[in-house]
């Protein structure tokens, strides 16, 4: 498809486990973002890149959260040890340029990871 | 800091009526971007309109307007002839050139569409 695509789908640790989301923006797309979103509540910005470099990194809670994009396509978010209060849905977006406040956000079906 | 209010109730309207979701923002920018997002409860985010802070017409996509007041830092949507298929979160969310567009979001609006 042409959107953006996340796996896995729906994702159960128990405490203390690693855990890798995946995104796979649209192809073509510059920018990449992360986003945590609680129940019930807006998403949450977590970290953004531009191609492969990682630009902002400021909204990461914890150094148990690191991101990355090797490529420039593809990117992963990782989260080590994780802790109940990780629990939330996981959203990546994408949109087609590196500047410019104009450009829509692309978002993919997230990520709800759910730590027992 | 940049701030995105919502702060209605859930909100119901009649089936072909028309509904304004309220949105406020705070920022000292001067170049910056409002959003409007909806999300179903299958859980994808969806674009639905974009106004820049410099642009003197208020936008439109279809059913859609976004009433953009800038002195009152207001950027409301306005869906026209609901549908059942607009019962969703509706989320506002505004964007800094300087703070590399990454989106801050309020924290939603509940719109129920009544048949």
Redesign the interface.
């Known amino acids: 498809g042409a959107g953006v695509s996340q796996s896995p789908r729906y994702k159960v640790a128990k405490r203390g486990q690693d855990v890798a989301l995946r995104c796979d923006p649209i192809s073509g797309h510059v ?1 990449l ?1 992360w ?1 945590q979103q609680a129940l ?6 977590l970290t ?1 890149f ?1 191609n492969e470099a990682q ?2 990194k400021s ?1 990461l809670p914890s150094d148990r959260f690191f991101a990355e994009r090797p490529e420039g396509s593809v990117s992963t978010l990782k989260i080590q040890r994780t802790q109940q209060e990780d629990s939330a ?1 996981y ?1 990546c ?1 994408s ?1 087609l340029t590196g ?12 990520t ?1 990871l759910s730590i027992l | 800091a940049q701030k ?1 209010t919502q702060t209605q109730p859930g909100m119901f309207v009649q089936e072909k009526e028309a509904v304004t979701l309220d949105c406020t923002y705070d920022t000292s920018d001067q ?3 409002l ?1 409007w ?1 909806k999300q179903p409860s ?6 639905l309109i ?1 106004q ?2 410099y642009d003197e017409q208020n936008a439109t996509e279809g059913r859609y307007s976004l009433n953009f007041q800038k002195a009152r830092k207001s950027a409301n949507l306005v869906i026209s002839a609901s549908q059942l298929g607009d019962s969703a979160m509706y ?1 506002c ?1 505004m ?3 300087r ?10 609006i509940t719109l129920s569409v009544r048949p």
């Not at chain 1, 019930?40 to 910005?45: I, R, V």
């Not at chain 2, 299958?42 to 674009?47: L, P, V, Y």
Request: net charge negative; no cysteine; aromatic share 20%.
């Open positions: 920018s973002f986003y019930g509540q807006g998403p949450e910005f953004y531009q630009l902002d909204g849905v959203l977006a949109s500047t410019g406040v104009d450009q829509p956000q692309h978002f993919g079906d997230g709800r | 995105i170049s910056y971007g959003f997002y299958s859980g994808e985010m969806i674009f974009y820049g802070s989320f969310a964007s800094l050139l703070a590399n567009s990454k989106l801050t979001f309020g924290k939603g």
